[in-house]
T-cell receptor, first 118, second 114 residues
């Protein structure tokens, strides 16, 4: 079963528009971690943020902000005033407890392609 | 620091050929892992290692072998390549590998099996 769902396959916006990427996760654990990674057209994976399940404070980093809501099992990501350089695939990932070990295996969503046009 | 490096960047194989994808990190990380990325499926874990001499299987291990003789290196071997192994392969590392540790990824290897 898919543990991390990114329902939006592709989002297209015009520069300076805001864009919100949805991430819904599924876990039975009380302690887990959520991540966002960016994959620009060059192909590498760039770490953006990590959030643990006990910290529901929203976070803002420049034009990026994250909204973590345990009640809805969501960890959404907003890019404010988008720029062409934001064009990339964005992945949400979950790291949860394993019954047999505590190693940090990441479970990724399918990714959301963001296309920002000038 | 170079971080996580992978070679080659691109590779084309014929069905049945074998090859090794190289991965190295210079951050003294204990945990290393291999993922494959396929369209519409995100990244899936192939194998991982929590230290030199210790490896284990991930979600999609069939057709791949790994070993970890040093902290720095974690090669991925394809024993007999199949078209289903056409994918982009990413190596990642993290300091300890415990749940919640941030994993840092290499630039990827794009593999095509004909």
């Amino acid at each position: 079963a898919q543990k991390v769902t990114q329902a939006q396959t592709e989002i297209s916006v015009v520069e300076k528009e805001d864009v919100t990427l949805d991430c819904v996760y599924e876990t039975r654990d009380t302690t887990y971690y959520l991540f966002w990674y960016k994959q620009p057209p060059s192909g590498e994976l760039v770490f953006l943020i990590r959030r643990n399940s006990f910290d529901e404070q929203n976070e803002i980093s420049g034009r990026y902000s994250w909204n973590f809501q345990k009640s809805t099992s969501s960890f959404n990501f907003t890019i404010t005033a988008s720029q062409v350089v934001d064009s990339a695939v964005y992945f949400c990932a979950l790291s949860e407890a394993n019954p047999t070990d505590s190693w940090g295996k990441l479970q990724f969503g399918a990714g959301t392609q963001v296309v920002v046009t000038p | 620091n170079a971080g996580v490096t992978q070679t080659p960047k691109f590779q084309v194989l014929k069905t049945g050929q074998s090859m090794t994808l190289q991965c190295a990190q210079d951050m003294n990380h204990e945990y290393m892992s291999w993922y494959r990325q396929d369209p519409g499926m995100g990244l899936r874990l192939i194998h991982y290692s929590v230290g030199a001499g210790i490896t284990d299987q991930g979600e999609v291990p069939n057709g791949y072998n790994v070993s970890r003789s040093t902290t720095e290196d974690f090669p991925l071997r394809l024993l007999s390549a199949a078209p289903s192994q056409t994918s982009v392969y990413f190596c990642a590392s993290s300091p300890t590998g415990v749940r919640g540790d941030t994993q840092y990824f290499g630039p990827g290897t794009r593999l095509t099996v004909l």
